[in-house]
């Protein structure tokens, strides 16, 4: 744990992790967040190259539907459970189509973007618009609702920050159920204010 002078805002010890060889600004001992914590976040102390970025200015989709009860969601305006389902029906049950389409970076993660650096963008407002995704695609594809839970709980476990977080499992059974219905979300043009 690293101590910080309240009054000067500064380390008062260095950071115990030496660094990545091929960054340079990571390898600085009283520096954090590249000295940017607007643009980044590090709560592990080891991750400083993934931004969270929260709602953009322009106009996203707030969305809600049965089982959710008060929990909305927001997505872009380009999301939509049927296409989709659409595209989870057109590659069937296939774990490499999964991947690409849901998985992380894939088609329909919302919630990930990279920038001109190469550095990966987390938009937290979707983090459940792509778990609806997932929901969405496998209930597509053609998977059992058990059998999305096991894929996608596997593959959290093995790759998710986030893994064992209630909502994965909330929103993508919600997604699941959706598009096993044939239903739409129900969804309203939002544009945060400025």
Same mark, same amino acid.
């Given at each position: =744990? @690293? ?27 009283? =520096? ?12 592990s102390g080891y991750d400083?190259? !993934? +931004?969270?970025? %929260?709602?953009? @200015?322009?106009?996203?989709?707030? &969305?809600? #539907? ?7 969601? $927001?997505?872009?305006?380009?999301? *939509?459970?049927?296409? +989709?389902?659409?595209?989870? @029906?057109?590659? #069937?049950?296939?774990?490499?189509? !999964?991947?690409? *389409?849901? #998985?992380?970076?894939?088609? /329909? ?16 407002? /979707? ?7 997932? %929901?969405?695609? =496998?209930?597509?594809? %053609?998977?059992?609702?058990? %059998?999305?839970?096991? !894929?996608?709980?596997? /593959?959290?476990?093995? $790759? ?10 909330? $929103?993508?059974? /919600? #997604? ?10 129900? &969804? ?7």
């Amino acid at each position: =744990m @690293r101590a910080e002078d309240n009054a000067t805002g500064k380390w008062t010890t260095p950071d115990a992790y030496a660094g990545d060889a091929h960054d340079p600004m990571s390898q600085k001992s009283f =520096m954090w967040n590249n000295n940017n914590p607007y643009s980044y976040s590090d709560p592990s102390g080891y991750d400083p190259d !993934v +931004i969270h970025v %929260g709602l953009p @200015r322009s106009p996203v989709l707030v &969305c809600s #539907g049965p089982g959710l009860g008060p929990n909305l969601f $927001f997505a872009p305006l380009t999301f *939509s459970v049927g296409k +989709i389902a659409e595209a989870g @029906r057109a590659a #069937g049950p296939n774990p490499i189509a !999964v991947g690409s *389409s849901v #998985g992380h970076y894939g088609t /329909f993660d919302v919630q990930r973007s990279v920038d001109s650096k190469g550095n990966t963008i987390i938009h937290d407002p /979707f983090v459940k618009a792509s778990n609806v995704a997932v %929901g969405a695609y =496998m209930s597509g594809a %053609g998977y059992t609702k058990t %059998g999305a839970g096991i !894929v996608s709980d596997t /593959f959290a476990t093995l $790759f998710s920050k986030n893994k064992g977080d209630p909502n994965q499992k909330a $929103f993508r059974d /919600f #997604g699941y159920d959706t598009a096993a219905a044939g239903r739409e979300l129900q &969804c309203q043009k939002y544009t945060a204010p400025r």
